[in-house]
Nanobody, 121 residues
C-alpha cells in the first residue's frame, strides 16, 4: 500500500485548501482512513478519520466546524477540505490507512509522506 498526499501550500488566514491522498494497493475501500498533522516542535496529532462507509467522522476539537473529511472509494482517494484556516493550522499533514478505528497513531499502519500547509496571518 502506498499513500500520496498532495494539495498543501501557502494560504492566508481565513482561506481554504483541499488536501488529497491517493492510495494504491488493495483494500482502500474497506479501510479506515485518517488525517494527522505535525507542527514544528510538536507531536503529531489526530485531525480526522473516516470509516469505509463514510459513517462516523470524528474530528479534533481544534478543527471541528472548519474541516471536512471525505473519500471516493472508486478513485481510491481521501480528501480533507480545510476552511477558515488559522495560523495555528500550519503543519505537515499526513494521511494514514489503518486497520483500526481510532485517533491514535498506533491505529494506523500505512502513512503518506506528508504535505506542508502554511497559513499566514
Amino acid at each position: 500500500v502506498q499513500l500520496q498526499a498532495s494539495g498543501g501550500g501557502l494560504v492566508q488566514a481565513g482561506g481554504s485548501l483541499r488536501l488529497s491522498c491517493a492510495a494504491s494497493g488493495r483494500l482502500f475501500s474497506s479501510a479506515v482512513m485518517g488525517w494527522f498533522r505535525q507542527a514544528p516542535g510538536k507531536d503529531r496529532e489526530f485531525v480526522a478519520l473516516i470509516r469505509w462507509n463514510r459513517d462516523s467522522t470524528p474530528f479534533a476539537d481544534s478543527v471541528k466546524g472548519r474541516f471536512a473529511i471525505s473519500r471516493d472509494n472508486r478513485k481510491n482517494t481521501l480528501y480533507l477540505q480545510m476552511n477558515s484556516l488559522k495560523p495555528e493550522d500550519t503543519a505537515v499533514y499526513y494521511c494514514a490507512k489503518g486497520p483500526h478505528y481510532g485517533t491514535q497513531q498506533s491505529d494506523y499502519n500505512y502513512w503518506g509522506q506528508g504535505t506542508q500547509v502554511t497559513v499566514s496571518s
